[in-house]
């Protein structure tokens, strides 16, 4: 488990282990919160268990994908973790988003 906790500060290149435990809160909260959150919105959209794939996966791209990130930086910021949630989704953004070419 220490090895584990380690490459997630080298990682995350944090040095307190009581960051590292916020952080992992935060993904928890966060993930706790989207399952809580995401049958409204399907609800709320008309889509029920017998929707089509391409419908669910188009919504999922759309609306929860971002709801997902906004959530990471709204329980980021109130553990005091701002500017480690903002760069993270920043990061994942960049990963989606298409890069120009030089």
Do not use: C, H
């Not at 916020?22 to 809580?36: D, E, K, M, Q």
């Not at 268990?49 to 990471?72: E, H, R, S, T």
């Amino acid at each position: 488990m220490k090895k584990f906790w380690q490459k997630l500060k080298l990682r995350w290149g944090i040095e307190s282990d009581l960051q590292v435990a916020i952080i992992l809160l935060v993904f928890t909260l966060t993930g706790f919160s989207f399952l809580y959150i995401q049958p409204w919105i399907d609800r709320l959209l008309g889509m029920g268990p017998d929707a089509p794939f391409w419908k669910k996966a188009l919504v999922f791209v759309i609306v929860l994908l971002p709801l997902y990130n906004i959530l990471l930086i709204v329980w980021g910021s109130t553990f005091g973790q701002y500017r480690f949630f903002k760069n993270f989704v920043i990061k994942f953004l960049s990963r989606l988003l298409p890069r120009k070419k030089k």
